[in-house]
C-alpha cells in the first residue's frame, strides 16, 4: 500500500512526508490506493527512509518502462525545467 501512496504522491510532484499523509487524509485517490487507511506522516518518512532509500529509482524507472510499453507515455522527448532536448 505505502509503495502505490509513494510512486503516486511523487508522480503528483508530492514530496513531503506531511503533504502525503495529508493526502491521504482528503484526496479520494490516495484514499483509494491506501484503501482508506491514513499513515502518519513519520510512518511516510520511515517507509521511504528505510524501505525505498536504494530501490526507489529502480522501482520508477520500471514503472515509467511499463507506461511506455503500455503506450501511455513517449520516451520520445524530454523536458527538463520546460526546455525540450
Not at 27 to 32: A, E, I, K, Q, R
Not at 34 to 48: E, G, K, L, P, Q
Not at 52 to 79: H, N, P
Amino acid at each position: 500500500m505505502m509503495l502505490k501512496v509513494m510512486i503516486f504522491a511523487y508522480m503528483e510532484n508530492i514530496y513531503s512526508s506531511r503533504k502525503i499523509e495529508k493526502a491521504m487524509r482528503e484526496n479520494f485517490l490516495f484514499m483509494w490506493l491506501s484503501n482508506m487507511n491514513i499513515a502518519d506522516h513519520n510512518t511516510v518518512a520511515r517507509f521511504r527512509s528505510q524501505k525505498l532509500q536504494s530501490a526507489f529509482k529502480d522501482i520508477l524507472t520500471q514503472v515509467v518502462l511499463l507506461l511506455a510499453e503500455e503506450g501511455l507515455i513517449t520516451l520520445k522527448q524530454v523536458y527538463t525545467h520546460g526546455t525540450k532536448i
